[in-house]
């Protein structure tokens, strides 16, 4: 099946630096990407979504200058998590839709922890 | 608007069947879902549903739609330790924006 990876897998910051985290999908081309982001012990939330060639669209509440998505490819798209702060340690999915698929086919990345200290 | 909901967890012991409920509100929903995640894991498609259908099964995977009720349901036959895991039920709407329950905590004693 289609395979989305991401990278790092997980990443240790300081407070105040930023760090990018990139989605790939790696045999299929995706206009569309997803971020999501996941407490501990609680459910995915989704925080955006990312479209190839133009602005991501954000969910309600998810401030778009600290989330900074890009996608500037059909095969990638990067969440920078700017000035880093300890509450925004979390893990980090992201998934893409097959545009060639069938609609229900949305594949998930294996996530990026960030832990901000 | 939309919203899913299941039970945080389930306990079952190995060899007996697991059932996991779900309920949605959005009935513009077009797919449901049901996804695993093992610990610090990503997701993991265990099977869908398209919204016209009653019912799919898939090896020990049973998914029954009540699209009345909004009430989704996984039941896993003869359950092993290794289906310990975390369960999400999902929805996607029109928009193609994918809704996640809060997931449900299965654990499988042997």
């Known amino acids: 099946g289609a395979v989305v990876s991401q990278h790092p897998s997980w990443v240790i910051c300081k407070s105040g630096t930023s760090v990018k985290i990139e989605c790939r999908s790696l045999?299929?081309?995706?206009?569309?990407m997803f971020w999501y982001r996941q407490f501990p012990k609680q459910s995915l939330m989704l925080m955006a979504t990312?479209?190839?060639?133009?602005?991501?669209?954000?969910e309600q509440g998810v401030e778009k200058d600290k989330f900074l998505i890009n996608h500037a490819s059909l095969t990638l798209s990067t969440l920078t998590v700017t000035s880093a702060h300890p509450e925004d340690s979390s893990f980090y999915i992201c998934s893409a839709r097959d545009e060639k698929g069938q609609t229900y086919e949305q594949y998930f990345g294996p996530g990026t922890r960030l832990t901000v200290t | 608007g939309e919203d899913v909901e299941q039970s945080l967890f389930l306990s079952v012991r190995e060899g007996d069947s697991s059932v996991i409920n779900c309920t949605y509100t959005d009935s513009s929903s077009t797919y449901l879902y049901w996804y695993k995640q093992e610990p610090g894991a990503g997701l993991q498609l265990l099977t869908y549903i398209f919204s016209n259908m009653d019912m799919k099964q898939d090896q020990r995977l049973t998914v029954l739609l009540n699209k009345k009720d909004k009430h989704l349901s996984l039941r896993i036959a003869d359950t092993q330790t290794g289906d310990s895991a975390i369960y999400f039920c999902a929805e996607t709407t029109r928009g193609f924006k994918t809704i996640f329950g809060a997931g449900t905590r299965l654990f499988v004693k042997a």
């Open positions: 990312s479209n190839e060639g133009s602005k991501a669209t954000y």
């Open positions: 045999d299929f081309q995706a206009t569309t």
